[in-house]
């Protein structure tokens, strides 16, 4: 392709995805349609465009945006399926504008803060430090938490490896107004926090967990395996990817062995086991469990044994408090018979 077929049809798509920041093949095809019909000067309508129309404009921009370290690329959403009927979903593919050299921490730097940018820093710590254990691997942070990170708790051991220290100073570091980064107010990370969610950063769910946003895993991809792995390979790998796509997994299952790096998306599981005509690790080859999950799932099942320990303790005790009630009834009643 030359600079001579990149028209204005392809500008403005570009145009179009750069205001979006995300996009799908569903959401490109009314787009794409009113585009060409521009362009054609004969109307185009959205059922004509097909997933091969998209792949010829992003193939086209990616061409012209090289130069400038941008890139077009896809991932698909990591959604929780509850209704096992609906395991073979495939969610729609989301294309992001991606830039391919810096950080993903310093294209947020140009529209926030370094206060501002210190507390992402300490919900990405959250997510994929603290709530990503071998216990449970929930790589989400609650609402509470979530706001709880709005305090400075002190120097983070990772900020001198940071690549873009200086474009993106955070806990312990001298900020532009020359002084160490300072804590938000509640009602200022409760603000980040929406502009995130609203700029497609991340995501919350309907039980009011933040996640990063497949627009956020594409960004920070490259950032979250330095910061988060180990460079030898080693054990500390709290980055995991999905053994069928090798794409990064936050929602999923895992393999009953804790020690084994086993991990499969949802909505790769189904395909992948027809594939191998056996539920097995992909990994380690032992049986599937199905009911370890990685994501939001794993803090429920986490707390479910508590719960029914709690419901057990609970039904025993009325339980007990039934029969002690029907022991003292016959008593009285005994004692009035005798009367």
Same mark, same amino acid.
């Given at each position: 392709m030359s600079r001579r077929d990149y028209t204005d049809a392809n500008r403005a798509f570009l145009q179009a995805l750069m205001a979006r920041s995300t996009i799908t093949f569903e959401e490109a095809r009314p787009i794409l349609a009113a585009i060409l019909s521009v362009h054609g000067n004969e109307q185009i309508s959205e059922e004509d465009i097909t997933e091969s129309d998209l792949s010829t404009f992003i193939t086209a921009a990616n061409f012209s945006i090289s130069p400038f370290d941008l890139e077009i690329r896809s991932t698909l959403p990591q959604h929780e399926l509850h209704d096992p009927s609906i395991e073979s979903y495939t969610p729609d593919r989301v294309y992001a504008l991606v830039n391919t050299t810096s950080d993903g921490l310093t294209q947020l730097a140009t529209i926030y803060t370094p206060d501002e940018i210190s507390f992402v820093k300490r919900l990405l710590?959250?997510?994929?430090?603290?709530?990503?254990?071998?216990?449970?691997?929930?790589?989400?942070?609650?609402?509470?938490?979530?706001?709880?990170?709005?305090?400075?708790?002190?120097?983070? %051991? %990772?900020?001198?490896?940071?690549?873009?220290?200086?474009?993106?100073?955070?806990?312990?570091?001298?900020?532009?107004?020359?002084?160490?980064?300072?804590?938000?107010?509640?009602?200022?990370?409760?603000?980040?926090?929406?502009?995130?969610?609203?700029?497609?950063?991340?995501?919350?769910?309907r039980k009011g967990f933040y996640s990063l946003s497949p627009r956020g895993l594409l960004e920070l991809r490259g950032w979250l395996v330095a910061t988060y792995n180990d460079e030898?390979?080693?054990? +500390?790998?709290?980055?995991?990817?999905?053994?069928?796509?090798?794409?990064?997994?936050?929602?999923?299952?895992?393999?009953? +062995? %804790?020690?084994?790096?086993?991990?499969?998306?949802?909505?790769?599981?189904?395909?992948?086991?027809?594939?191998?005509?056996?539920?097995?690790?992909?990994?380690? %080859?032992?049986?599937?469990?199905?009911? +370890?999950?990685?994501?939001?799932?794993?803090?429920?099942?986490?707390?479910?044994?508590?719960?029914?320990?709690?419901?057990?303790?609970? +039904?025993?005790?009325?339980?007990?408090?039934?029969?002690?009630?029907?022991?003292m009834d016959e008593e009285v009643d005994a004692g009035s018979e005798s009367d």
């Open positions: 710590d959250k997510m994929f430090e603290v709530n990503n254990t071998r216990i449970c691997e929930a790589l989400v942070v609650s609402s509470i938490e979530a706001v709880q990170q709005s305090k400075v708790p002190g120097v983070d %051991r %990772r900020e001198s490896g940071m690549t873009q220290a200086q474009a993106t100073p955070t806990q312990g570091q001298s900020t532009q107004g020359g002084g160490a980064a300072q804590s938000l107010t509640m009602t200022q990370a409760e603000g980040v926090l929406k502009q995130l969610v609203e700029e497609g950063w991340f995501e919350k769910s030898d390979g080693g054990r +500390n790998q709290k980055i995991k990817f999905c053994a069928a796509c090798r794409d990064i997994l936050t929602v999923g299952q895992r393999c009953g +062995n %804790r020690d084994c790096p086993g991990r499969l998306h949802d909505h790769c599981m189904r395909n992948f086991f027809r594939v191998q005509k056996a539920e097995q690790c992909p990994v380690c %080859r032992s049986p599937w469990p199905g009911d +370890n999950f990685v994501g939001e799932r794993a803090v429920a099942a986490q707390n479910r044994p508590a719960s029914h320990a709690r419901q057990s303790l609970a +039904n025993g005790t009325a339980t007990q408090a039934s029969q002690l009630s029907q022991v």
